[in-house]
């Protein structure tokens, strides 16, 4: 008997991905463990591996389709073996005591809108319940035969569309949203029945007053990220707290070892020494290594010390998090950050080396940034911004001027939880680490 493969739980709350490549065809044969398909998520890209051996019988989905966890992938059996169609989830109808038929009336969209009348929501419809003939409007007529569900068939009534003339695309001949917007592209929208309100298409223009326009979807890691942004500024008050570190010591001392590293096959930045110069001022100062519980009215300080990394891919941005970093090596460090955030690039890395952050860096300054207002990685307490190191002539206690290395910090806090002054002493800590490295060198 088929096996029927639906998109499995890959955890972190992902409910849908979308099919990057398939790794097999209908026909192929495949063992145990064999990766069927890459799907990226909102996170990351991740190779879905076959439950069992056989012979791929079906595959219900096409690259750049996007899946829902739940949704069958492919069906794997016995070769030759014959697969059955699958139909589309039916919603289970909730109980209603006595349906009571209720009239659609038009609701006219305020001002500013489109000026067309929209019909207002079908309570009858979405509970499950039949309406009497007397109260049933006119729709599109769809075949008994025809797989779709009642968002996609809403959308064809709406347009004015037949659904038995479409052909579905989807899983076991269901007719997707996508399928009913192309038919009525390639019809140039010229099914719109005379017995419908006048409904206009949501129209996308290619060109403004201004000059023609590009649209990207936001989609995947960028719409992740967006969310994420938005979820940590509503809920927190950011302050953002900037200062200077002379890093003119740490300066020469990295020179110094950078040579030692590079014999090890380690590529040695600065950001090894600022991931050390914060654990030793997260362990100072432990309500930058917190979280508010918002529902119990609580602060939970966290015993230790896993650091987020800000790394930029072409996808967009991914944190990458180096753990237990209290308790890594300077050199164990350096190595770990250059593998993690080859791995976030190539979108090749773990989830699970993607969550756990207690505190975050960001580098602007190796994109020539000099000073930031970072937003922080919900749901921690604060994140850290390195600018570019500059040089600047400065008066020492002799009275001689000498260049000295300068480091460019940005601290932005959750301000219900610490406040501007925490947040001033704590930056000091961080800049007294960076203006001592034998003080950094003391906590390997």
């Not at 096409?62 to 966890?69: A, H, I, P, R, S």
């Not at 992938?73 to 109980?95: D, H, M, N, Q, R």
């Not at 223009?205 to 590009?214: N, R, S, V």
């Not at 975050?360 to 850290?384: D, Q, R």
């Amino acid at each position: 008997m088929a096996l029927e493969f639906k998109f499995p739980d890959v955890g972190e709350g992902i409910a849908e991905g979308e099919i990057v490549k398939w790794r097999v065809k209908e026909g192929d044969e495949v063992k145990e463990h064999d990766v069927l398909v890459e799907i990226e998520t909102d996170k990351a890209i991740v190779e879905i591996p076959s439950p069992a051996a056989g012979s791929v019988l079906k595959i219900f989905h096409k690259q750049g389709d996007t899946v829902k966890v739940g949704e069958a992938l492919v069906s794997i059996g016995a070769k030759g073996e014959s697969t059955p169609s699958i139909p589309a989830p039916v919603p289970s109808p909730a109980p209603v005591a006595a349906p009571v038929p209720i009239k659609k009336g038009p609701v006219i969209k305020p001002a500013g809108a489109v000026g067309y009348l929209e019909e207002a929501p079908d309570l009858e419809e979405a509970a499950g319940v039949s309406k009497p003939a007397s109260v049933q409007t006119q729709m599109a007529p769809v075949a008994p035969s025809v797989l779709v569900t009642p968002a996609v068939r809403r959308l064809a009534r709406d347009i004015g569309l037949d659904l038995s003339k479409i052909k579905g695309s989807g899983m076991g001949g269901r007719i997707t949203e996508e399928d009913v917007r192309g038919f009525a592209k390639k019809a140039g929208m010229s099914e719109i029945k005379e017995n419908l309100p006048q409904v206009q298409a949501k129209v996308q223009k290619k060109y403004d007053m201004y000059g023609y326009l590009e649209r990207v979807p936001l989609k995947g890691v960028r719409k992740a990220i967006a969310e994420h942004m938005v979820e940590s500024v509503s809920r927190i008050p950011h302050v953002t707290q900037m200062d200077e570190a002379d890093v003119t010591l740490l300066y020469r001392h990295r020179e110094r070892e950078k040579r030692l590293a590079e014999s090890k096959g380690v590529k040695l930045t600065y950001l090894p020494f600022i991931v050390k110069a914060c654990v030793g001022s997260l362990k100072k100062y432990p309500m930058f290594n917190s979280t508010l519980d918002e529902e119990h009215n609580e602060i939970i300080m966290k015993k230790y010390y896993n650091i987020g990394i800000a790394v930029a891919s072409e996808n967009g941005l991914m944190v990458p998090v180096i753990k237990i970093a209290d308790q890594k090596s300077l050199m164990a460090i350096a190595r770990e950050i250059v593998q993690m955030a080859e791995k976030a690039r190539s979108r090749e890395v773990d989830l699970g080396d993607l969550k756990g952050g207690t505190f975050t860096i960001t580098n602007v300054g190796s994109l020539g940034g000099i000073f930031a207002t970072p937003i922080i990685n919900y749901p921690e307490v604060a994140i850290l911004a390195v600018g570019k190191m500059i040089d600047r002539l400065s008066v020492d206690k002799e009275g001689k001027i000498r260049v000295r290395k300068i480091m460019p910090l940005s601290l932005s806090f959750d301000h219900r939880v610490v406040d501007g002054a925490d947040a001033a002493v704590f930056m000091n800590e961080i800049k007294a680490y960076l203006e001592d490295p034998d003080r950094i060198m003391m906590d390997e």
